[in-house]
């Protein structure tokens, strides 16, 4: 009897879990494939949320998913481990065990593919600045580092209340794109609650939250309409924005800028571009881009080799040969994770693979709890209430796919629920 097809992937961010979810549904239960997901994690935080989590707004308890426990409803395989090494030759890759302890060799172990596919996602690009990764700044790549944020976030409103006068507080945030202005908008409704709950020493009204771009507009990546309409509520806001300014160095109190200028910051976050995780550089073989990302065709097979597939914010993907690559966005991952469903369905009977197309259905930004701004299809321009709640939809279609429709609106009863009865921001 013949084995079934080996489908591997690598990460189990929103795009891979979404590919294995789909794939156990389609070949996994009636036994078509065998499809194995490898993270690193225990648990998944869909990562447009962790703005959220940083903040306190969002606690990560309630919204983590386990993998094994996922698997098992999906008709696929967890492996929980780290990705280290490529064996093309052997088709096979290493993994180390995370939580593991002693000789490093004997943490290794490995898990043979037919077909393998990269999902890991990216992080956060710093451009080799000065005393960024020198544990001056903060990242929000991971849950981890959102939830270290929250942290000294709320250690910082305690400890002032030990002050016999009211205390500053500066906060930067470096990179302007929509991760940046979505933490700034949501930073200021988290100063307003710990004043409401007694952690009044620091007044909202002395919070300078500071969001620095080197490029000449916030969120250059979509229209400067959206841009103009932003920037104006984050002024209303009270938020300081700086354009056509370049970090040049962070130390522990200030951030220095390439001009000489410079700025008094308490907590600094960078959210200034990414790319591929540093565990790609090994992958020497594999043609890249300058932000390491593997190159794949419009079938999403790596240019390397055609048993290996990359998608998502690690692969840099040109589809069409005139118009740009396709960025490191949310449905992007999405799109290419369904589109994979008919790649490995082709794959598996051996049939000519079919070619990803892009359709961009508009980008949102969340600038508070009730407000949103965004484009549609490139031309409808929405804002207000309507704007957030098409933005809570994006989150609401990434479970739907997860979970299907009825545990979906289950998960939307239960938030609704704990936004009557939970604090508005976590406090421990």
């Known amino acids: 009897m013949n084995e079934l097809h080996k489908i591997v992937i690598v990460g189990g961010g929103a795009g891979g879990l ?16 065998k499809i194995i997901l490898v993270d690193q994690n225990l648990t998944h935080i869909w990562k447009p949320l962790l703005h959220e989590i940083a903040v306190g707004t969002l606690n990560a308890h309630s919204e983590e998913l386990n993998y094994y426990a996922h698997a098992a ?5 967890f492996v929980l481990g780290r990705f280290t ?3 093309r030759s052997n088709k096979r890759i290493l993994l180390e065990h995370p939580f593991s302890s002693g000789n490093k060799d004997q943490q290794l172990f490995s898990l043979n593919y037919d077909t393998l596919i990269f999902a890991i996602g990216s992080t956060s690009n710093d451009f080799n600045t000065e005393g960024v990764r020198e544990e001056h700044c903060h990242f929000l790549d991971s849950r981890v580092q959102a939830e270290q944020f929250q942290q000294q976030l709320l250690h910082l409103y305690v400890a002032a209340q030990t002050q016999s006068s009211l205390t500053d507080l500066n906060i930067a945030i470096i990179g302007a794109g929509a991760t940046g202005v979505e933490l700034a908008a949501e930073l200021v409704q988290s100063t307003q609650s710990f004043h409401q709950y007694g952690l009044n020493k620091i007044d909202p009204k002395r919070v300078k939250i500071s969001l620095i771009e080197a490029a000449d507009r916030i969120l250059p990546a979509l229209s400067e309409k959206i841009s ?7 002024h209303h806001a009270n938020i300081q924005v700086l354009t056509h300014k370049r970090v040049s160095k962070i130390d522990e109190k200030q951030i220095y800028f390439a001009h000489g200028a410079s700025i008094p910051a308490d907590l600094k976050v960078w959210c200034a571009g990414i790319q591929a995780p540093q565990v790609f550089q090994h992958l020497t073989e594999f043609e890249k881009d300058h932000l390491n990302r593997l190159k794949v065709y419009a079938t999403l097979q790596t240019k390397t080799d055609p ?11 040109q589809p069409i040969a005139d118009e740009p690559v396709l960025g490191p966005r949310a449905q992007v991952a999405s799109q290419q994770a369904h589109f994979l469903v008919s790649a490995m369905s082709a794959r598996i009977k051996n049939k000519t693979p079919p070619m990803f197309k892009f359709i961009d259905k508009g980008s949102l930004v969340s600038l508070s709890h009730h407000k949103a701004v965004g484009e549609l299809l490139g031309q409808v321009n929405v804002q207000g209430w309507v704007a957030k ?14 979970h299907g429709y009825t545990r979906t609106a289950y998960f939307m009863a239960k938030d609704a629920m704990n936004k009557k009865l939970a604090p508005n921001i976590k406090l421990h």
């Open 73 to 77: 409803q999906h008709n696929y395989e």
């Open 307 to 317: 048993n290996i597939f990359a998608f998502g914010d690690c692969a840099h993907c």
């Open 228 to 234: 103009q309409h932003t920037l104006r509520e984050l």
């Open 389 to 402: 709640s098409l933005y809570v939809s994006l989150y609401r279609m990434h479970q739907a796919t997860l």
């Open 18 to 33: 979404e590919l294995a979810t789909l794939l156990g549904e389609h070949f996994g239960k009636q036994a078509k494939a």
């Open 85 to 87: 090494e490529l064996e």
